[in-house]
């Protein structure tokens, strides 16, 4: 599979890549060096933090809970560049019905309103960082990031082709982790559970995007409806344009 964005080698993180350069519905591209998604940067060697910093980032933004940020601090919690932004509202989370979110596709659709204003925070901080590079990560690079990243791709008027090849790429990157993680399962059942866990079909993000579109009229809608202001969206597309 060929990469829909620029891999980057940021050692020793898995799922790092450039968005720039995807295509938009107007015949343009989103701007290179604007907007790098990825894994969680603790695992960075003295050799990936200096290739985070030569490539202009000037915004971290950490998706993951309090907890996971605790638990595994990255190098750059003590830096002015760096926002803890949670995806998940874990006051939300605990009226989660997982029953009914049994697969990707149902639990991005939820997650859309059950975690609305945590989401918009995350896209205002993309849009209100300062000039510069601008990395935002979760655990693995898949599910809280492709969501953040999918709905900002949208607001800069990337084909939604493009997000979820970008979003589903993620399997490449991260594929030779998954493979060792489904050779030590101990059953079908539990492959089964493994390749549904991390798993990133393209149908998953566009699903998700069907119910903004369905539902609020589009991207901006969505993140207007939740408190994003009209200077944040414009700022958010001159950002990736």
Not at 7 to 22: E, I, T
Not at 68 to 86: H, K
Not at 152 to 180: E, F, N, Q
Request: with cysteine.
């Amino acid at each position: 599979m060929t990469a829909p964005s620029l891999r980057l080698a940021w050692p020793d993180c898995r799922n790092v890549r450039d968005v720039g350069g995807l295509p938009t519905t107007d015949g343009g591209t989103v701007r290179v060096g604007a907007l790098v998604r990825g894994d969680s940067p603790h695992r960075l060697t003295t050799d990936g933090l200096a290739a985070v910093h030569g490539y202009g980032i000037r915004r971290v933004i950490d998706l993951r809970s309090v907890e996971e940020a605790e638990a595994a601090p990255g190098p750059f919690v003590d830096d002015a560049l760096y926002q803890l932004r949670p995806m998940i509202d874990p006051h939300q989370e605990v009226r989660r019905d997982a029953a009914a979110e049994s697969t990707l596709e149902l639990t991005y659709r939820a997650s859309l309103v059950r975690n609305a204003s945590h989401i918009v925070a995350g896209i205002g901080a993309i849009a209100d960082a300062p000039d510069g590079g601008v990395f935002v990560h979760c655990a693995s690079g898949k599910d809280r990031t492709g969501m953040i990243v999918a709905l900002a791709l949208r607001v800069a008027g990337v084909v939604d082709a493009a997000i979820a090849a970008d979003y589903a790429y993620t399997s490449v990157c991260l594929g030779d982790l998954v493979g060792r993680t489904l050779a030590a399962a101990p059953s079908a059942a539990e492959r089964a559970r493994v390749a549904e866990l991390w798993g990133s079909p393209p149908e998953a993000i566009l699903a998700m995007l069907d119910r903004v579109d369905a539902d609020f009229d589009g991207a901006e809608g969505y993140l207007r409806s939740y408190g994003l202001s009209d200077g944040q969206v414009e700022r958010l597309r001159d950002r990736l344009r």
